[in-house]
């Protein structure tokens, strides 16, 4: 069972850039691109920004090519589905179980050979711990 985390938004305000405000809580999106977790490749896991909260193995990463960090599988009971009718679309948003923060969309297009899933996630939302 995963610990909630229950802050006041102000609080939220206090604690995080006004970069990871607007994604984490306000369900906004990193600019595509190479820079940040994309790329990285390194053995450890990843860690949800605001609370902590260990959400992908490394083993789970795989390129894209979309222009932001993708995994195949996150680590059971860590990451909640919420439907997303924003923008004109019918998408699945990927939330932390444990503080409700946004950290991006579930699509059906990862790899064939795992899940078939792709948790493509926003490099805001994440941080990376070496083991």
């Known amino acids: ?6 802050k006041t938004e102000d609080e939220w305000k206090k604690e995080l850039s006004p970069e990871q405000y607007y994604v984490l809580r306000q369900q906004g999106t990193d600019r595509p691109s190479d820079a940040g977790y994309t790329a990285h490749f390194e053995k450890g ?6 609370c902590g ?12 090519h ?8 996150a680590i059971e009971g860590t990451v909640n589905y ?5 923008h004109g679309m019918v998408r699945t948003e990927i939330v932390c179980a444990s503080c409700g923060g946004h950290l ?5 297009d990862g790899p064939k050979d795992t899940t078939g ?15």
């Open 53 to 64: 909260l260990q959400l992908f193995e490394s083993g789970s990463k795989f390129e894209s």
């Open 117 to 131: 899933k792709r948790y493509c996630v926003n490099t805001t939302s994440i941080k990376f711990v070496a083991p």
């Open 104 to 108: 991006g969309h579930l699509f059906d």
């Open 82 to 86: 919420v439907s997303d009718r924003s």
């Open 66 to 73: 979309c222009g932001w960090p993708s995994f195949d599988d």
């Open 45 to 50: 896991t990843y860690h949800w920004a605001a």
């Open 1 to 6: 069972m995963v610990k909630k985390v229950v």
